[in-house]
Nanobody, 117 residues
Framework: QVHLVESGGGLVQAGGSLRLSCAAS????????MRWFRQAPGKHSEFVAG????????DYLDSLKGRFAISKDNAKKMVYLQMNDLRPEDTARYYC??????????WGQGTQVTVSS
């Protein structure tokens, strides 16, 4: 079992920044790939960024490269999403995800990000 708790969302003006945090706990946590997804009202969930506990390699939705940055703190078991130059179209609920094809797929409750124009 893996437990994920997101925080850091809120209301921000266009051009502003937010940093989302995901506190992770559970069994064999280091075996999971950690990712951020988002879902806007009326739209499908989309992958935002991913990172592995065991490596520093990262992956991003192409359209977000340069504005968003995923990072981790292995000791604190935290995953972060730094979001800069936010735009109204970034408004969505952001979810932390832990996936291992054999161990399971876990989600946090999400944190709302609203960007005003």
């Amino acid at each position: 079992q893996v437990h994920l708790v997101e925080s850091g969302g809120g209301l921000v003006q266009a051009g502003g920044s937010l940093r989302l945090s995901c506190a992770a706990s559970g069994y064999r946590l280091s075996d999971y790939d950690m990712r951020w997804f988002r879902q806007a009202p009326g739209k499908h969930s989309e992958f935002v960024a991913g990172i592995k506990w065991s490596r520093d390699s990262t992956d991003y939705l192409d359209s977000l490269k340069g504005r968003f940055a995923i990072s981790k703190d292995n000791a604190k078991k935290m995953v972060y999403l730094q979001m800069n130059d936010l735009r109204p179209e970034d408004t969505a609920r952001y979810y932390c995800n832990a996936e291992n094809t054999q161990l399971g797929n876990y989600w946090g409750q999400g944190t709302q990000v609203t960007v005003s124009s």
